[in-house]
């Protein structure tokens, strides 16, 4: 084997560290972004969660009070209770309402581009304080949704859709099913990657619209699923500005979702050290769910390889 001579090598070296530099100069504004307002806040509030602060007064060490006291809170498990709900009700319903749509806006029709632009902005528009207000005025007793139904039934009816216990959170989540524009473009991405060649041999089999749907599109979806379902699960436990809006928590704390209660520990009572106990309890219950379901998928996501 020749050697490389020393010059060539030096060359080399210095060729390299250019690129590397040229790399690290680009990378350079989101690494600082990420260990100034990321990484540093993070460990911050780790450390803040174990103490007793105020946001006014100097954090005071306390150990792992707050996670003992965390678990005698009945509003805690009250919450934890209410976001389980709301996370599994709305993340199936969710994806379900985005494919179903997505499989509408795959066919070839006129003014499809349209359509798909209509279904989009929910998604552009849920999480704006406009959008809350209305929303609460129209599941209000005197709200647009009762006007309907009185005109339906011929009688009067003033139900406060969010002004009750047994109803309050449905109406947040059905709001939330209302934002599925991002995962319904996504799906459609999917779907027109699935090449022709599957249904056309699925169609000479003699299969159905349910067959070719069952087999065919689902498998070949399964990896589209797969992410639209981490990040539905992720965004549903961080849901927060519709119940501060709409509801505030209540009535009798039955939209108090983990992220509100989080809010409400930090800005309404001050027990900043608290809040951030309970924010890693969030990130912990977040990174086990999402582990969970990265582990299933070795069962029932399919990719083509």
Known sequence: MTAVP?????SYRRKRMRNNAAGYAFL??????????????????????????????????????NFVNMFQDGVFWKSVGITFKYVFILVPLRLAAALGVA????????????????????????????IAI?????WGSDGAINGLISVISGSPYAYSWIGNPGTALYSLILLGCWHFGSSMLIFVSGIKQIPVSYYEAALLDGAGAWQRFRYVTFPALTPVIFFNLVMGIINAFKAFSEALIITNGGPMDSTMLFALYIYKQSFSYFKMGYACALSWVLLIIIGVFSAFVFRSSNYWVYYEA
């Open 6 to 10: 020393a010059n060539m090598r030096k």
């Open 28 to 65: 350079a504004p989101w690494l600082i972004g990420f260990i100034a307002f990321t990484s540093v806040p993070m460990l911050y509030s780790l450390y803040l969660a174990f103490t007793k602060y105020d946001s006014l007064g100097a954090p005071q060490w306390i150990g792992t009070a």
């Open 134 to 138: 209305i929303w609460s005025r129209l």
């Open 103 to 130: 499989l509408i806006l795959t066919t070839d029709h006129k003014g499809i581009g349209f359509y798909r632009t209509v279904y989009y902005i929910p998604s552009l528009l849920g999480g704006s304080v406009a």
